[in-house]
């Protein structure tokens, strides 16, 4: 069974200020998946990484997946009330999806 | 109307009750997927259909009993709860399933919320 540990699981930051999320397993994963949840909401897609190393951007947000594949850690630069939310990593194992513990962060205005 | 749509958003049942969630998908898809979203636990997935067949039971207690009547529709009939099963029940759907080492993307519903008393 894989398991993914996100962390801090609570962060509570300051509009403006720049925060980093991880998320480890030691399990190997073929993809890696980045999802924010906002209350009362599903769960949303931000990004697919795939390659070791591979380093994308959205907007404010830069995602990085691990050299080794097992780990991914998510760059937020001048946080916005907006980017409050629950963030959820996932790991692929051919077509099956491991969700992560999660990192709940709070952008106070 | 677009997207996965789930129904009712909250639901309080008691134990003894019988009661169903339904979702609706948009998106053309083939696969859905059940999840139970619990305070402090990860995002746990009880069933996956493919194509309308059951492709995936994650030792899900049969008082869940899922229900996929097309590639559109998903169910889940609810009987004899226990308390511990009170969680957000999310529906997500993916373009495909089992086609090798790609992780398919999955787009969710905005869940229902189940009470049990």
């Known amino acids: 069974t894989q398991l993914l540990e996100q962390s801090p699981q609570f962060l509570s930051i300051q509009e403006g200020e720049n925060l980093t999320v991880y998320c480890n397993s030691s399990?190997?994963?073929?993809?890696l998946q980045w999802y924010r949840q906002e209350p009362g909401e599903g769960p949303v897609l931000l990004v697919t990484?795939?390659?070791?190393?591979e380093v994308k951007k959205l907007k404010r947000l830069t995602f990085q997946f691990g050299d080794a594949r097992k780990d991914s850690s998510l760059h937020i630069t001048a946080a916005q009330p907006g980017d409050t939310g629950l963030y959820l990593c996932?790991?692929?194992?051919?077509?099956?999806?491991?969700f992560g513990t999660g990192t709940r962060l709070t952008i106070i205005p | 109307e677009t997207g996965v749509t789930q129904t009712p958003r909250h639901l309080v049942m008691g134990m003894t009750n019988k009661k169903s969630l339904k979702c609706e998908q948009h998106?053309?898809?083939?696969?859905m997927y059940w999840y139970k979203q619990s305070a402090k636990k990860p995002l746990e997935l009880m069933f996956v259909?493919?194509?309308?067949?059951?492709?995936e039971n994650n030792s899900v207690p049969s008082r869940f009993s899922p229900e996929c009547p097309n590639s559109s529709h998903l169910f889940l009939h609810l009987h004899t709860l226990q308390p511990e099963d009170s969680a957000l029940y999310l529906c997500?759907?993916?373009?495909?399933f089992g086609t090798g080492a790609w992780g398919q993307p999955q787009h969710f519903g905005d869940g229902t919320r189940l009470s049990i008393l």
């Open positions: 997500a759907s993916s373009q495909v």
């Open positions: 399990s190997v994963f073929s993809s």
């Open positions: 990484v795939v390659t070791g190393g």
């Open positions: 996932a790991g692929a194992v051919w077509e099956k999806l491991t």
């Open positions: 998106l053309g898809h083939n696969a």
């Open positions: 259909y493919s194509l309308e067949e059951r492709v």
